[in-house]
């Protein structure tokens, strides 16, 4: 069928719907008024369904904190809120070549940025979490220490990289440097799974 077809034939399936629905009697045989019936009670029962099943999630968000967070998430011009909090982005030269997206966080009942700098928007969303739910500041303070940690690994996994591409490639300085970028690399990962574990 072509996009076309599709359009018209679902346009006519709603349309007897609406007659159905409305008390129009009919004109065509039983077998497809019958068809047409049932395709009507099929879309009433999930109607039903859907609204039973956000009104659960609702439900469960007063006493899950990730759920709540989740369901009280909007998409912003400038970022994400969630709840009181705005994360929001701002990109930065952090070396000749490297543009970095930063996350800072703003508090919307004062106006204030609280922490500024963050290199991930997972560490920007588990002090948001923090905040809202735990009010731990040792595991704000961690997050914001491994976040740190991250962006500096990062600086210097992009200075080995930057630097591989000005060497020969047949030197030993290569050699060392490249065995540099990938131990740096390496750290650079596991910092991030401490981050998230941290979370």
């Known amino acids: 069928m072509t996009q076309q ?18 008390g129009i ?4 045989p039983s077998a497809e008024a019958n068809e047409i019936g049932a395709m009507a009670d099929v879309l009433r029962k999930l109607q039903d369904i859907s609204g039973t099943v956000a009104q659960g999630v609702v439900s469960e968000s007063k006493t899950n904190p990730e759920l709540n967070a989740a369901v009280n998430t909007q998409r912003t011009a400038t970022g994400v809120t969630v709840s009181r909090y705005d994360i929001r982005t701002q990109k930065k030269t952090v070396q000749e070549g490297l543009q970095k997206t930063f996350y ?19 560490s920007a969303m588990g002090i948001v979490k923090h905040k809202l739910y735990t009010e731990n500041d040792s595991s704000v303070q961690r997050i914001l220490d491994l976040d740190q940690e991250y962006v500096g690994i990062m600086m210097e996994t992009y200075g080995y990289k930057r630097r591989l591409k000005r060497i020969d490639e047949s030197s030993v300085q290569f050699d060392v440097t490249s065995a540099k970028y990938s131990n740096s690399k ?3 990962s596991l910092t991030k799974t401490k981050l998230l574990k941290a979370l």
């Open 5 to 22: 077809a599709d359009t018209t034939a679902m346009a006519d399936i709603m349309g007897k719907l609406n007659n159905v629905q409305a």
């Open 25 to 28: 009697p009919n004109k065509k």
């Open 104 to 122: 800072y966080i703003v508090d919307n009942s004062t106006g204030d940025v609280i922490y500024d700098d963050l290199g991930l928007f997972e």
């Open 186 to 188: 390496t750290k650079l």
